[in-house]
């Protein structure tokens, strides 16, 4: 099951139909099928539907979207994040402005960031969320960059044998994992009580593009259900490193003002902790998902 060299199927929408064009903003693709900026909109603006919709669309298609020179506040990206759903709050992370925001203050006396490794967003929940925006309000002067990965192409060039063993099999998914090195033990008590595992398709089905996505991440997923530990384990480790192939991935440099907005269904990303002693401030709200299937 090692991974091997050679062409590499890289789709970036599930049919073969031409692109659509956008009209309301400028697209410029970054990755072959993940990532592109856009420029032409002003986020902390309100948006009108159709704007809404075009923004939705291209984040189908290429599921993380980089928008430069937003003058946001926390404010205008709680009402951005809005228009998509309503927006979870995370008990285990530091708070901004309002409970439903996030804010990372890392690097220089700040607590050691944990972020840099490849993961999904709350999968330990029932319901994972369905996308994230995070804003750059201070950028280190390098470093500190994060990578997302297209976990459909990942799926799609798994081997005939792997794909067998995986469809329709299911996996726990935790939070212990992802947080016990940071949380203290009562602390981590308590939200074990309100967090328990959960179990979610090893491969979920993209509810909107239909898409099948490799949904098992090294962050929270434990186990596969029905598995001898060590075959789970062996199976585990190298679904989790599909995330590493730099050809499903993209990398972005932040720069201040910068807004990354991702489907948290259709991805993994990282967080490169490559910055201290230089402090690293970003803040983000996630809009609620569904259940996988």
Do not use: C
Request: aromatic fraction near 8%; proline fraction near 8%.
């Amino acid at each position: 099951m090692d991974l091997l060299e050679g062409r590499r199927l890289l789709r970036r929408l599930p049919g073969d139909g031409p692109d659509r064009p956008f009209e309301a903003f400028t697209l410029t693709p970054v990755g072959a099928t993940i990532g592109a900026e856009i420029t032409g909109v002003d986020l902390s603006a309100t948006l009108t539907p159709a704007v809404r919709e075009e923004i939705h669309r291209a984040l189908l298609e290429w599921k993380v979207l980089f928008f430069p020179d937003q003058d946001m506040t926390s404010a205008a990206q709680r009402s951005f994040g809005l228009l998509w759903g309503e927006l979870e709050t995370n008990p285990m992370l530091e708070q901004g402005d309002d409970a439903s925001i996030v804010r990372f203050a890392k690097g220089g006396d700040a607590p050691q960031t944990f972020e840099n490794i490849w993961h999904v967003d709350t999968s330990f929940r029932p319901e994972p969320a369905m996308g994230a925006v995070l804003r750059m309000i201070t950028t280190p002067p390098s470093g500190g960059d994060t990578l997302w990965a297209d976990m459909a192409a990942a799926y799609d060039n798994l081997s005939d044998e792997v794909r067998a063993r995986i469809d329709g099999a299911h996996a726990v998914h935790d939070m212990v994992p992802g947080f016990a090195r940071f949380l203290d033990p009562d602390r981590l008590d308590r939200l074990q009580d309100r967090f328990p595992p959960v179990t979610h398709p090893v491969v979920r089905t993209h509810p909107e593009t239909g898409r099948r996505t490799l949904f098992v991440n090294s962050s929270f997923t434990t186990r596969i259900v029905g598995m001898e530990r060590t075959e789970s384990d062996a199976l585990l480790r190298h679904l989790y490193a599909q995330a590493h192939v730099p050809e499903y991935q993209v990398r972005h440099r932040w720069v201040e003002g910068t807004v990354a907005f991702w489907d948290n269904r259709a991805t993994q990303h990282y967080a490169v902790g490559d910055y201290h002693p230089h402090p690293r401030v970003a803040e983000r709200v996630a809009i609620a998902g569904d259940r996988p299937f």
